[in-house]
Nanobody, 125 residues
Framework: QAQLVESGGGLVQAGGSLRLSCAAS????????MGWFRQAPGKEREFVAA????????YYADSVKGRFTISRDNAKNTVYLQMNSLKPEDTAVYYC??????????????????WGQGTQVTVSS
């Protein structure tokens, strides 16, 4: 099972940007889709973005489309989430996840088998 460690969270003003990173270790995640989810206090964990195993296909929640960009560097076993034009409603703990099965589309929570510990993103108004 892959170990995933997120970094890059923090406090930012509305309209600002942050770049989250997720480093994988333990095994390669080449061949596996990678995703980002978030969970705000009192709310369920929700899908944010995902990248196919090659990085050639990406998926986004409607709420972040046009503002967030997911990318991956398979040589570095790292996946990124560039977040621009941040809004207070983007405040949440952000989790990186690795798909449970290789070479398959993954966008739902149940599609992912490994999770990071999360990184807090707080957007002030």
């Amino acid at each position: 099972q892959a170990q995933l460690v997120e970094s890059g969270g923090g406090l930012v003003q509305a309209g600002g940007s942050l770049r989250l990173s997720c480093a994988a270790s333990g095994r390669t995640f080449i061949g596996y889709a990678m995703g980002w989810f978030r969970q705000a206090p009192g709310k369920e964990r929700e899908f944010v973005a995902a990248a196919s195993w090659s990085g050639g296909t990406t998926y986004y929640a409607d709420s972040v489309k046009g503002r967030f960009t997911i990318s991956r560097d398979n040589a570095k076993n790292t996946v990124y989430l560039q977040m621009n034009s941040l809004k207070p409603e983007d405040t949440a703990v952000y989790y990186c996840a690795c798909a449970a099965s290789p070479l398959r589309r993954a966008t739902k929570i149940e599609d992912f088998g490994s999770w990071g510990q999360g990184t807090q993103v707080t957007v002030s108004s």
